[in-house]
């Protein structure tokens, strides 16, 4: 199983211009999650989905925007970069087991750097 | 919203020493996941505690689930190298609708020094 994939892997963007990072999980999992870990700051929440269909906000949503269309992906969108958004971005899936999110697996992450 | 930290952000051990570092959420939460991440890697989970005053270990680490569910524990007894990296404790809120949400703490960053 390749569990969770991102891509792109590196990225590069001016100031302004627009990209979506991709990520993709093959063990049938209901919860998905986007993250940006910044240096001392943790991995913070940007938007997590419970199922197909379905996104909701998570600590910081502004100027990004995701889309859930099929189980298996999680889109995360950037319409306007802007240096404040140069992160390592992961992508995260989990399930539920016995009433509790179980495990979360992770992707290997995208290093975005906006200029 | 819900918030967790974690203290201390930095710590620097000889190896062989002991190391904890201390998670604290703002709300109750339903469970608690510790998670590891090695320098340029992602993070990997580690173990999930459930039940109010829980502990569990897992060879040298040792984990606390506090007796309210708002603060967590991890030891680490007598340090290697191989122990290197950032640990994250992550749990989601204890409440009816919205608890799959997975915020994640701060992080302690460990170095070892041989």
């Known amino acids: 199983n390749a569990g969770v994939t991102q891509t792109p892997k590196f990225r590069v963007l001016k100031t302004g211009q627009s990209m979506t990072l991709l990520c993709a999980q093959d063990?049938?999992?209901?919860?998905m999650y986007w993250y940006r870990q910044d240096p001392g700051m943790g991995l913070r929440l940007i938007h997590y989905s419970v199922g197909e269909g379905t996104t909701a906000k998570g600590e910081v949503p502004d100027g990004y925007n995701v889309s859930r269309l099929k189980k298996q992906n999680f889109l995360l969108g950037l319409e306007s970069a802007a240096p404040s958004q140069t992160s390592v971005y992961f992508c995260?899936?989990?399930?539920?087991?016995?009433?509790?999110?179980?495990?979360?697996?992770f992707g290997q992450g995208t290093r975005l750097t906006v200029v | 919203g819900q918030q967790v930290m974690q203290i201390p952000q930095y710590q620097h051990v000889q190896e062989g020493e002991d190391f904890t570092t201390y998670c604290n959420s703002s709300?109750?939460?339903?469970?608690i996941q510790w998670y590891k991440q090695r320098p340029g890697g992602h993070p990997v989970f580690l173990i999930q505690?459930?039940?109010?005053?829980e502990v569990k270990k897992q060879k040298r680490l040792t984990f606390q689930f506090g007796e309210a569910k708002k603060n967590s524990s991890l030891h680490i007894t007598a340090t290697q190298t191989t122990d290197v990296g950032t640990y994250f404790c992550?749990?989601?809120?204890?409440?009816?609708?919205?608890?799959?949400?997975?915020?994640f703490g701060t992080g302690t960053r460990l170095t070892i020094i041989p």
């Open positions: 063990m049938n999992h209901e919860y």
């Open positions: 709300t109750t939460l339903s469970n």
């Open positions: 995260a899936s989990s399930s539920r087991d016995r009433g509790f999110v179980a495990e979360a697996f």
């Open positions: 992550a749990g989601p809120p204890d409440r009816l609708f919205g608890n799959e949400k997975l915020t």
């Open positions: 505690l459930v039940k109010s005053g």
